[in-house]
């Protein structure tokens, strides 16, 4: 058990539709991570926040956005899903130095149908 | 950029020993990183190497040339559970991004 906790941890909805997942970080940990897997890209980095801020952006759609709140929990939103959306989403999390290992939480299957 | 490149699936015999490579090109490069990902699962760290060398933590080692841009895991006395894709990724100070190369996919056979 890594210490960071996601939820839901399977989420089944239509296209078009829009969803929420949500991350706690480990405790003291004041950086979180989202990253998206699917079977065809491997784990593809989409965005961090340090202590409320965002810190590093990757491939994140237009269509998803993120936030980290003052208890450090974060939320992904995920909206006008499609189906190449369905993948696995991981939240991380890690100390304040800019190379603390990052710890993943045990991810949101999203399938969009 | 960044681009890692690791070979996509290896089997071994149980007992026996591994070793996955891993080669990478990434400006501002300043660390690299292990992870083992079962099925379905979320990636675990395994090791980190930022000098060059090896690093070792009971059963597995891992080793990083910087200039050569290159870095290898090796498991040794591999057991079942062992099965699983193992994860390259490397750091830049440029970016502040880690990013993972595709994974290998280990197998170990009776």
């Known amino acids: 058990d890594s210490g960071v906790t996601q939820t839901p941890k399977h989420l089944i909805t239509a296209t078009g539709q829009r969803v929420t997942l949500r991350c706690s970080p480990r405790s003291g940990d004041l950086s979180v991570y989202w990253y998206q897997q699917s079977l065809d890209q491997g784990l593809q980095f989409l965005i961090q926040y340090y202590n409320g801020e965002e810190r590093a952006k990757g491939n994140i759609l237009e269509r998803f956005s993120a936030q980290q709140f003052p208890d450090l929990h974060s939320e992904l939103n995920l909206s006008s899903l499609e189906l190449g959306d369905s993948a696995l989403y991981f939240c991380a999390s890690s100390g304040p130095g800019t190379l603390d290992t990052q710890y993943f939480g045990p991810g949101t299957r999203l399938t969009v149908l | 950029g960044q681009n890692i490149d690791q070979p996509t699936e290896m089997t071994a015999t149980e007992g026996a020993i591994v070793q996955i490579n891993c080669t990478y090109q990434t400006s501002g490069f300043n660390g690299l990183f292990w992870y083992q990902q079962h099925a379905g699962e979320a990636p675990t760290f395994l090791s980190y190497n930022v000098l060059d060398g090896l690093e070792e933590k009971g059963r597995f080692s891992s080793f990083l040339s910087r200039s050569k841009g290159y870095s290898y895991l090796l498991l040794k006395e591999l057991q079942m559970k062992d099965s699983a894709s193992y994860l390259c990724?490397?750091?830049?100070?440029?970016?502040?991004?880690?990013?993972f190369g595709q994974g290998t996919t280990l197998q170990v056979k009776p």
């Open positions: 990724a490397s750091y830049s100070s440029n970016t502040g991004k880690l990013i």
